[in-house]
C-alpha cells in the first residue's frame, strides 16, 4: 500500500497516483486539509509482544502500518488545516500539535518516505551550511561565487558584474532556483525580491544540466542550452554518480539537482532541491521520474534502507551507541 500526502493539485502526486492506478498497485490519497477529521493515527512507540499493532483509520477504514510499503510526503511543514471555527489561540495550538504528531510518524515509520521530513526544515542552500557545504565537499562538488541579499539596487550590481547572467533563489525556498539571462534578469529579480530576500550565485562557463534522482537510481538528466555552449557537451555518469551521492547524503530520497560542467569536466552544483519542479521538467523525463517513484515507493523493505546523512532511514546508525537524554544543567 502506498501512501498519498499531497494536495489535490499536486502535478507529481498525481502521476504517481494514476501508475498506482494503472498497474492495480493499492494506493491512498489524503489531503493535508483533511489530515484532522479523515486519518486517526496509531503506532506503537516500542515493539514489543504485549504491543498493539499501529494502524491508519481513514474514513473508517483501518490499515495496519504492516501494510504500508511507502508514503509520498508532499506536507507543508507547519501543517495547513482547516480551522474553521477555532479561536487563533486554539488554532495555533491544534497546527503545533498535529505537526508535531506527523513529524514523528513520518519519521518512525519504517517504510520509505519522500522526502522524510525533518524538525525544523532542512537548509535549501549548499553554500549556507558549514555542514552542508562540507558534505558537498566531501562529494567532489565545487559551488561558483555567490551573494545573498534582501537589496534590489545590491542584487542588481551583482548580476551586472557577474555579466548579466546568475542563478536566483528566494531564501529559504524548497524548491528549484532559475537561471537569469540579459534580457528577463533584470526584470526577474525585481519580481522575486518584491516579497523575499534571495542567493545570487554566479554562473560558471560550461554545460548546464538538471538531474533527477529518485531513490537509489539516476532518473533522468536534462540539458539545458546555454549561451557559453556552441553545442551540448556530455553529461558523464560520473556526474550523474556524484549527484546521486550527494542527494543520499543530504538525506533525501527525490531531488533536483542544478549543475555545470566546465569545459576541463569540473562539476559545479548550484542548487539540490527536495522540491523537484515539474512543469519545467519534459514530458520523457516526467515518465521516468515517475516509473522510479512509483517503484520505490511500492518495494517491501524487511529492513530499512539508507536515506539519510545521519544513518538508516532516517534514524541513528545501528552502530550508533544511543545516549540517554536530559534536561541541560542550571
Not at 52 to 57: C, Q, T
Request: some cysteine; glycine content about 8%.
Amino acid at each position: 500500500m502506498i501512501l498519498i500526502l499531497a494536495d489535490s493539485t499536486d502535478p507529481w502526486a498525481t502521476l504517481v497516483h494514476r501508475e498506482a492506478q494503472r498497474t492495480g498497485g493499492e494506493v491512498c490519497w489524503v489531503e493535508p486539509l483533511r489530515l484532522l477529521d479523515q486519518v486517526l493515527l496509531n503506532w506503537p512507540v516500542a515493539a514489543g509482544e504485549s504491543v498493539v499493532p499501529g494502524s491508519l483509520d481513514l474514513d473508517g477504514r483501518t490499515m495496519p502500518l504492516d501494510d504500508l510499503t511507502g508514503i509520498f510526503a508532499r506536507l507543508p511543514f507547519p501543517l495547513r488545516l482547516d480551522l474553521e471555527g477555532l479561536s487563533d489561540l486554539d488554532a495555533g495550538y491544534v497546527t503545533k500539535e498535529a505537526t508535531a504528531a506527523w513529524l514523528a510518524f513520518l519519521n518512525g515509520m519504517p517504510c520509505s518516505v519522500i522526502n522524510r521530513p525533518v524538525p525544523g526544515g532542512r537548509p535549501t542552500l549548499l553554500s549556507g551550511s558549514p555542514l552542508l557545504a562540507k558534505i558537498a565537499q566531501d562529494h567532489g562538488v565545487l559551488f561558483p561565487a555567490s551573494r545573498c541579499t534582501s537589496s534590489q539596487a545590491d542584487a542588481l550590481q551583482q548580476f551586472k558584474a557577474w555579466g548579466e547572467s546568475a542563478y536566483l533563489k528566494p531564501l529559504g525556498s524548497t524548491e528549484p532556483g532559475q537561471f537569469l539571462q540579459s534580457h528577463d534578469g533584470v526584470e526577474q529579480i525585481r519580481q522575486v525580491m518584491e516579497q523575499q530576500a534571495v542567493s545570487l550565485q554566479m554562473v560558471p562557463l560550461g554545460q548546464q544540466a538538471t538531474v533527477y534522482v529518485v531513490g537509489e537510481h539516476v532518473a533522468a538528466t536534462v540539458l539545458r542550452p546555454g549561451e557559453a555552449v556552441s553545442k551540448p557537451m556530455e553529461v558523464l555518469s560520473a556526474h550523474a554518480t556524484q549527484c546521486l551521492r550527494l542527494v543520499r547524503a543530504l538525506g533525501l530520497v527525490f531531488a533536483e539537482c542544478q549543475i555545470v560542467i566546465t569545459p576541463d569536466g569540473d562539476s559545479y552544483c548550484l542548487d539540490v532541491s527536495s522540491a523537484p519542479n515539474f512543469w519545467r521538467c519534459p514530458q520523457d523525463a516526467q515518465q521516468q521520474i515517475v516509473a522510479h517513484l512509483f517503484e520505490h515507493l511500492s518495494e517491501r523493505r524487511s529492513l530499512s534502507q539508507h536515506d539519510s546523512s545521519h544513518g538508516a532511514d532516517g534514524r541513528s546508525s545501528t552502530r550508533e551507541r544511543l545516549r540517554p537524554t536530559r534536561s541541560p544543567e542550571r
